[in-house]
């Protein structure tokens, strides 16, 4: 056990040559597995849903008045959607629709 065999040397090399291979290897793969997961983050948040309350509230407005319902139905259908918790930007919103039809001009442009 304490002296050495003849190709000892070199096999322990091949064997330190092997395993710095995979460490390089592996920390390829990790940084490849980063690079395609950002990559489909961006394209999620790229396809992701960017209607806002008040465009929502907006057409919902326009629709009840085009067909001649109530308003209020429009507020029942956009608070179901809000998570809890928002009811300070519904009552933003509200606000702004009681100032004036700027909500359906901002349909219309």
């Given amino acids: 056990l304490v002296e050495m065999a003849q190709n000892e040397k070199q096999g322990i090399n091949a064997m330190f040559e092997r395993e710095t291979l995979r460490e390089k290897n592996f920390e390829k793969a990790q940084k490849e597995a980063k690079v395609k ?3 489909e983050a961006a394209r999620h ?3 992701a849903d960017n209607v806002t309350d008040d465009d929502l509230a907006a057409v919902e407005d326009v629709f009840f008045k085009e067909a001649g ?3 209020s139905s429009s507020q029942r259908l956009l608070a179901t959607r809000r998570p809890a918790g928002d009811e ?3 009552s933003s919103s509200d606000n702004a629709d009681e100032q004036g039809g700027s909500v359906a001009a ?3 442009a």
């Fill in 45 to 47: 948040a790229e396809l």
């Fill in 106 to 108: 901002a349909v219309e």
């Fill in 88 to 90: 300070q930007q519904q």
């Fill in 69 to 71: 319902l109530d308003s």
């Fill in 37 to 39: 997961a950002r990559k």
